[in-house]
Every structure is written in C-alpha cells, then in structure tokens.
C-alpha cells in the first residue's frame, strides 16, 4: 500500500509541476512570442498586381508593454500598401500615445480600422469560467465608455486613416479602388450593418468588410451583400488552445474552425474569403497565451486563381528585419 501511495503522491506532484510549468510558459514566454503570419488570398481581378494588407487587431496595449510597441513599430519595414485594424487597441486609459508610437511610420499609409469593446471600456476582472459561456449569455457593463477611445479616432483620422465604424468609404490603393464597409463592435451590440447595407459596386476593383467581432449575423450580411474578404479580429485565436487539437472557444457565435486565420464563409449561395486575426494581445487580467502565439498578419492579395489553391499561408520570424 506503501508503494501505491507513493507512486500517486509521485504521480500527482509530476501532474502538478507540468500545469505549473505550462501556466509559467503561456504567462512569460508565449505572450510575448510575436509572430508575423503570411496569408495569400485570391480576390483581385486577372492581370492585377499583388496588393500588401497589414492586419492589426488586439493591441490591448498598456503603456508599459515596450516589447509590443518596439515589435509594431518595426512592422513598418514590410512596406504594406495598405493598414485594416480591427480594433480593441487599448487596456488603459494612458495608452494612446504608446499606441501612436507603436504605429509609426504605418499611419503615414493609406488605412481603415473599427473599434472593439476595448476601445470603450477598460477591461475588468472577471470569471475565466465567463468565456467558456455561450456568446449571447455574457452580460456587459452598462456604464459609459471610460477609455479616450475618441482622441485615438482623432489621430486615426488626422492621419489619413478611414473610420468604419458603422460607415462606407473608398480608398484609391496602389491604382486600384478598393471600397469598403464596416461595423462598430458587434460583441457589444454596436453594428448597425442597416446603415452600410446594400449591394457592392460592381466597379470597384475589390470591396472589403471590415468587423471587429466576427458574429455570423455580420458577416452573413456581408456575404450576401457580395463581399468577396471580410476581415476581423476579436477572437484572440481562442487564447488557449490545445496543441494538435485547436481553440476551444471563440468569444463569439463562429465556430472554432474559423478561430484565426484564412477560411471561407458561405451565405446564401455566395461565398467570401474571411480573415480573423488572433491579435497581439490579451487583457490584463489574462495575460497568458498557450499554442496560440500573438500575431500581426501580412495579406497579399493576388488575381483569383482556382478556390483548390487556397488558403496559402506561412509564418515568418517574430522579428521583422
């Protein structure tokens, strides 16, 4: 019996320093492990030259994180003709000057963002048991927005970039007129897709959705609307995934499939190509990622090709030289 017990007792203690070293890993390695994924997606008319997409999404930037600021600000060195960012920038209520010093030299380029709950609100403390509920059970504060989500929309928009939110615009990038159409944070109940609603121009070069929280109920709209990409954010990738396995969970009514990355989207009869970023950062009240590495996303836009080609994506060095 003797035997038996100490096995267990050994047993249990191997169990709990292998917890304790993946808590250690996701909370100091992995969090602050930024990757650059690349993604080719197919949606340009034939004899079109490639377009560059820099997707940024999930900042959740406090102002002491100089990694993550250094590690953005380098990403100018990919040269992109073009910035989405799909919101929740912020953790504090001092982070928009770091946030504009991590951008840099991209808000000197042609650009278009919408915002997340965390634009608004600070995060706060809550359950993690909160994230394994259904989408439409989480409950949010009812309170006024407490983070100066509007001097950041100041600087987005002094610098040339284009605010979404709830709004329709078009862009002339590279030769090429791209039109877009976006959303406020649907998490929040802020989409008021009514107001971009209609058919795309047929004219424009490529026509853009652009949503911070992929619900199903925007980006169905969006489809069927004739969006051939729509990209977002949200997600954090499922934060915490099983290697080999995937997310568990998305934060939202998208199935874990489409968590992070490149996938299709179909809605009546028509497909889009949909992008979801798994985003550079997490809450303050969760700082921790396991098999899910913070990311920035470089899409290269290229002619259609046949749908069997696709989705083509890699992942580069976390450092950008």
């Not at 390695?29 to 993604?39: A, G």
């Not at 340009?44 to 930037?61: M, R």
């Not at 920038?89 to 808000?107: E, F, I, K, M, Y």
């Not at 489409?258 to 009546?268: A, E, H, I, M």
């Amino acid at each position: 019996m003797r035997g038996i017990a100490g096995t267990t007792l050994k047993a249990t203690a191997a169990v709990g320093a292998v917890g304790a070293a993946c808590v250690a890993y996701a909370a100091l390695v992995e969090v602050r492990w930024f990757t650059l994924r690349k993604v080719t997606v197919p949606v340009l008319d034939e004899g079109a030259a490639p377009l560059k997409v820099l997707h940024l999404s999930d900042l959740h930037l406090m102002p002491t994180q100089a990694k993550k600021i250094g590690w953005v600000n380098d990403l100018a060195a990919l040269e992109p003709d073009l910035i989405v960012n799909t919101g929740d920038n912020l953790s504090h209520q001092d982070s928009v000057p770091p946030l504009l010093r991590a951008l840099g030299d991209l808000l000197d380029l042609p650009g278009v963002f919408v915002f997340g709950s965390n634009d608004y609100w600070k995060p706060h403390f809550k359950n993690p048991a909160k994230y394994l509920l259904p989408a439409n059970k989480q409950r949010h504060k009812p309170h006024g927005p407490d983070l100066p989500f509007e001097e950041m929309r100041r600087a987005f928009t002094d610098a040339g970039w284009a605010d979404l939110n709830n709004a329709k615009t078009s862009l002339k990038v590279n030769g090429l007129r791209l039109d877009f159409a976006g959303t406020d944070d649907p998490h929040i109940k802020r989409d008021r897709y009514g107001v971009i609603a209609g058919e795309v121009d047929p004219s424009a070069d490529l026509s853009i959705g652009v949503t911070h929280a992929p619900y199903q109920r925007v980006l169905n709209a969006f489809v069927d609307d004739g969006y051939p990409l729509v990209l977002a954010g949200h997600t954090h990738g499922g934060q915490l995934a099983v290697p080999f396995y995937g997310a568990l969970v998305t934060n939202c009514d998208l199935d874990a499939s489409r968590v992070k990355g490149l996938s299709t989207w179909g809605s009546s009869g028509r497909q889009a190509a949909l992008h979801v970023s798994a985003g550079l950062g997490t809450s303050p009240y969760a700082p921790v990622r396991f098999a899910c590495r913070p990311e920035a996303t470089l899409l290269t836009l290229v002619p259609r090709v046949s749908a069997l080609s696709w989705p083509i994506s890699s992942h580069a060095p976390a450092h950008v030289s």
